[in-house]
C-alpha cells in the first residue's frame, strides 16, 4: 500500500543510522543503495532553511556545531508546513535540551528566541504604525481609559543573557556585559529592527502586549523600574511605530 | 490608483519563450528594472506569507514581467491526500499574483502529517496512479484552474513496476485533464539512473498537454556505497546546463513545437547575466524550432 510505503520511507529518512531499506511498504526497492541521497537531502536542506533563520548562532558556535544542531533538530521535529520559513520555532528549546551546547554556551536558547523572533517579524502582517497625532485627539480623560496595541510585526524578548550584544557579533572572543538585555524586535516597514529597551520599558510593552490598560502597564514598568518615564517611552515608541492602534475600554 | 488597477498589467498566459526562476539573490535586479527574459518562475511555498516585503517585491515585478507559481509542497502523490488548509493559502496566492501557470509534481513529500522538503519517488501502480489523479482533481478544483504536472528526477524506483513513468504521466494527464510541464533534465537524470532511452520517453509523453519546459543542471556523484554500478546523477539544480539536456530540449521542442521554456536554478547561484545567458541560449532553441516547423510547412 503506498500509505505504507510512505510512512516507512519518512521513517528511514529521518533516522541516522545508514541503512539501505531492501523493501518499503510491501514494495521491493531498486538501488537502495541510493537511499543515502534522499537522507542527506533532507537534513542538508533542513539545514539550510534553519541557517538562514539562524544566522548569529550558525557563526558564532560554526559549521560543524551548528550542522550537529541543525540535523538533530530536523530528524526529531520535521516541518509541519510546506513553507520553509515557518520551519524551526521549537529549535530554542531543542537547543536548550542539548547539554554539550548549553553547557558551554547557555545563552544559546534564549539568541534563538531572539533570532525566531526576528524572523517573525519579517514575515508577519504588515500594518500603518499609530502616530502620535492620533493620540493628541484624545481628551486627557481617556487616558485612564487606553488601551494601546502593538503592531503586529512586534515582538519582546527579554535573557537574563546579553543576547542583543551576541546577535550581531562578529566572534564570542569579545568581552560581553555581565548583565541581561531585554529587546523589542520590530518590522515598521521594510527592515527588522533590534531594538535594546531598559527593564521598565519591557515590563511596560508586555503588559501593552497582554492586553493591559495604559496605567496598568505604567503600574508593571514602574515595579520593575523605578525611574521608569512614561512620557519619553511613550514619545520614543511613537517615534519607531510599535503601536498599531488603540481602544478606549 | 487602486491596488485592482496596478494588477492588470501584466495578465494573461505565459509566453512562449524562455524565461528565469526567480531567486533571492537576483530579486533587486529584477525590481531595479526589467530584465531581458520573456517571464519568471517563482516557488509558491516561499510567499505564502502574511506580510512583508517579499510579497510587495513579488506584485512589483509582477507588473513588468508575467509570473508562474511552480508549487513544491503539495505533495500530490501522499496517499494521505492534500492539506486544504495548504489549498487554501495557495488559492489566495493565486487569487493576488494571477499566475499565468500553476504547476506541481508527480511526486510525495507529506507523510504522517510531515513535510518531507523533497520531491520523493512514487511507485508506478495503479493505486498510486488513482491517488495521483485524486489529488489533482481536488487541486484543479481548489483551485479554480488547469495545473500543469512535471515529471520527476529519482534515485531509486519501486518493484514490481506496473508501467513506465511515461506512461504512469500520462494516464494522469488523460484521467484529469491537467496539462504537462516536461522537465527534460529530469529525464536526462532519470534515464541515467534507471536505465531507460530518453528519447521513448519523449515519444511516451502526451506532447500536446506540454504546457512549459523545464531545463536545469545537475551533479555526478560517485555512490560511496557503490558496487561499480557506475555515478549517480544528483538533480541539484546548481550547474550550468549541459550539452546532452539542451540536445533533449531541441528534441522535445521539434516534436511539442515552441512553448514556454525555464532555466531553473537553485544552488550555486551564478551572477544574473549567467544565468539570462543560458536563457538566450534557450531562446535561440525556440527560434530554431519555430523556424524548422515554419519550413516544414513550406516543403509539406
Known amino acids: ?249 | 490608483m487602486t491596488a485592482a488597477h496596478t494588477r492588470v498589467d501584466c495578465l494573461g498566459p505565459i509566453p512562449a519563450t524562455a524565461g528565469v526562476g526567480l531567486r533571492h539573490p537576483h530579486i533587486d535586479a529584477f525590481q531595479e528594472r526589467r530584465q531581458p527574459v520573456g517571464w519568471v518562475e517563482v516557488h509558491s511555498e516561499n510567499y505564502l506569507v502574511p506580510g512583508g516585503p517579499r510579497m510587495r517585491v513579488l506584485e512589483k515585478i509582477r507588473a513588468d514581467l508575467p509570473v508562474s507559481c511552480h508549487g513544491v509542497g503539495l505533495s500530490l502523490g501522499s496517499a494521505e491526500g492534500l492539506d486544504e488548509d495548504h489549498l487554501r493559502r495557495l488559492r489566495s496566492l493565486f487569487d493576488r499574483i494571477e499566475p499565468g501557470l500553476v504547476s506541481e509534481h508527480v511526486s510525495w513529500s507529506v507523510a504522517g502529517g510531515s513535510y518531507l522538503n523533497d520531491l520523493l519517488p512514487l511507485p508506478y501502480t495503479q493505486e498510486a496512479l488513482d491517488i495521483l489523479c485524486r489529488n489533482i482533481d481536488r487541486a484543479q478544483e481548489a483551485f479554480g484552474r488547469r495545473i500543469l504536472i512535471e515529471n520527476p528526477s529519482s534515485y531509486l524506483a519501486f518493484a514490481p513496476a506496473e508501467m513506465t513513468e511515461w506512461a504512469f504521466i500520462a494516464e494522469a494527464v488523460s484521467r484529469t485533464g491537467c496539462g504537462l510541464l516536461l522537465d527534460v533534465n529530469n529525464i536526462h537524470v532519470s534515464a541515467h539512473n534507471h536505465g531507460f532511452d530518453a528519447a521513448e520517453y519523449l515519444a511516451g509523453v502526451p506532447g500536446e498537454a506540454v504546457g512549459e519546459i523545464h531545463i536545469a543542471g545537475h551533479a555526478e556523484c560517485e555512490n560511496p556505497e557503490n558496487s561499480g554500478a557506475g555515478p549517480v546523477l544528483i538533480d541539484d539544480h546548481g550547474h550550468p546546463v549541459i550539452e546532452p539536456v539542451w540536445a533533449l530540449l531541441d528534441a522535445a521542442l521539434r516534436t511539442i513545437g515552441p512553448c514556454p521554456v525555464l532555466v531553473e536554478r537553485d544552488m550555486n547561484i551564478p551572477p544574473l547575466e549567467d544565468l539570462l545567458a543560458e536563457a538566450a541560449s534557450a531562446q535561440r532553441a525556440l527560434d530554431a524550432c519555430a523556424t524548422d516547423r515554419t519550413l516544414d510547412r513550406h516543403v509539406a
Request: glycine share 8%; hydrophobic share 50%; aromatic share 10%.
Open chain 1, 1 to 249: 500500500m503506498l500509505r505504507d510505503l510512505q510512512a516507512e520511507f519518512r521513517a528511514g529518512l529521518l533516522t541516522s543510522e545508514e541503512t539501505a531499506p531492501g523493501r518499503l511498504g510491501g514494495a521491493g526497492v531498486i538501488g537502495p543503495e541510493r537511499f543515502w541521497i534522499y537522507r542527506n537531502n533532507y537534513v542538508a536542506s533542513l539545514k539550510s532553511a534553519l541557517e538562514a533563520t539562524y544566522p548569529a548562532i550558525a557563526r558564532l558556535i560554526g559549521a560543524e556545531n551548528f550542522s550537529f544542531l541543525a540535523h538533530a533538530y530536523s530528524r526529531r521535529f520535521p516541518p509541519a508546513e510546506p513553507s520553509l520559513h515557518a520551519y524551526g520555532g521549537g529549535f530554542a528549546d531543542h537547543v536548550a535540551g542539548i547539554e554539550a551546547a548549553v553547557g558551554d554556551l547557555p545563552f544559546l536558547p534564549d539568541l534563538a528566541r531572539l533570532e525566531w523572533a526576528v524572523n517573525e517579524a519579517y514575515f508577519a502582517a504588515d500594518a500603518e504604525p499609530l502616530i502620535a497625532e492620533q493620540l493628541a485627539a484624545l481628551a486627557p480623560g481617556d487616558y485612564a481609559r487606553l488601551r494601546l496595541a502593538l503592531h503586529p510585526t512586534a515582538r519582546l524578548v527579554a535573557s537574563v543573557y546579553p543576547v542583543w550584544h551576541l546577535w550581531d557579533a562578529e566572534d564570542l572572543a569579545n568581552d560581553f556585559p555581565a548583565e541581561g538585555d531585554c529587546m523589542l524586535v520590530l518590522r515598521p516597514g521594510d527592515k527588522v529592527d533590534v531594538i535594546l529597551l531598559s527593564p521598565g520599558d519591557h515590563a511596560f510593552l508586555s503588559a501593552l502586549a497582554d492586553g493591559s490598560l495604559l496605567g496598568e502597564a505604567v503600574e508593571a514598568a514602574v515595579a520593575a523600574e523605578p525611574g521608569f518615564d512614561l512620557t519619553a517611552s511613550l514619545a520614543a515608541h511613537l517615534e519607531r511605530g510599535t503601536f498599531a492602534g488603540f481602544d478606549l475600554d
